[in-house]
């Protein structure tokens, strides 16, 4: 009996090591499926997904005076900042705040905002106004005379043809309608056509290198580097892996957060209610309920 005993804990034992060693195994082949997933993601990124693009020129002088020079078709354009991502607040309380893609400045103190769109709702017009109008307000301190306010440039590099014209460039100035002339107040739009092709063109060649997917193929060798380094090497794989997961973390969170402000504006839950249903701090909970009062 007392064998017998010893036999099925030990029976026990093993169906729970099993079952825990599943489980681990299980865990390390979700990984290994997620990273599959991953890397096929990253093979399919170009330069016109704002993720890559954004890595590609952060901090990098050398590639962001090719891109602004072409663009800007000039061969003395001189770049002394680059920063990828960097935010504009709205001074406004619950005013809406935007990200740069790319921020640039020239020897002159001009500045640059490039923004990559896939889609074409994504460079509507009223955006590029609104890009614009929050540059326009880091631009000055007080005192400053509104004369030495800089130029800005807001240039949009779009996957279609937005504009619908066939060209390559579209250049959007200010200009007084009764003398048909340049108002002159240094704010710049520019639409870029991202399917434009023509390899023999600078502007042609750069929006080829934009669509490309496989470095080997680029025109422009600063790109073809940098491309091939974050799709390509161990390094820069990591460096893409963990923005997707980012990314990802971001996705999941403002789900909770929508799903909070919905819960919040029927008025049927308690705050700490919601605090728990939707897994978010009792503290983030209520400050969405008193954005949505506001």
Do not use: W
């Not at 496989?214 to 799709?231: E, G, H, T």
């Not at 090497?233 to 997707?244: L, N, P, S």
């Amino acid at each position: 009996m007392e064998r017998q005993m010893r036999l099925k804990k030990k029976q026990t034992r093993d169906m729970i090591f099993n079952e825990k060693a599943g489980d681990v195994m299980d865990t390390e082949y979700q990984k290994i499926l997620k990273r599959k997933e991953t890397l096929k993601a990253i093979g399919e990124l170009c330069l016109l997904d704002d993720n890559l693009m954004t890595l590609v020129f952060d901090r990098n002088i050398e590639a962001t005076e090719l891109l602004l020079n072409v663009i800007l078709q000039r061969n003395d354009l001189k770049v002394l900042e680059v920063v990828g991502q960097r935010e504009y607040k709205n001074p406004m309380s619950g005013g809406r705040s935007i990200t740069i893609d790319i921020y640039a400045m020239d020897g002159n103190d001009k500045v640059y905002d490039v923004e990559v769109q896939r889609a074409s709702e994504g460079a509507d017009s009223h955006r590029a106004r609104f890009h614009s109008s929050m540059i326009d307000t880091k631009m000055l301190k007080a005192g400053q005379e509104f004369k030495e306010i800089h130029d800005s440039y807001v240039i949009f590099i779009t996957a279609s043809d937005v504009i619908g014209a066939g060209h390559s460039l579209y250049h959007v100035n200010r200009m007084i309608e009764e003398t048909g002339t340049y108002f002159g107040d240094g704010s710049h739009i520019i639409y870029v056509n991202g399917s434009y092709k023509n390899d023999n063109d600078p502007i042609g060649k750069l929006m080829h290198d934009f669509r490309c997917l496989n470095s080997a193929d680029m025109f422009y060798p600063i790109l073809a580097s940098q491309v091939k380094y974050f799709k390509e090497t161990e390094g820069g794989q990591e460096i893409m892996c963990q923005i997707f997961e980012d990314l990802a973390e971001k996705r999941v969170t403002e789900e909770k957060r929508a799903s909070a402000r919905r819960m919040i504006a029927r008025g049927k839950m308690t705050l700490e209610e919601i605090a728990e249903d939707t897994d978010l701090s009792l503290e983030e909970v209520k400050e969405l309920a008193g954005l949505q009062l506001a």
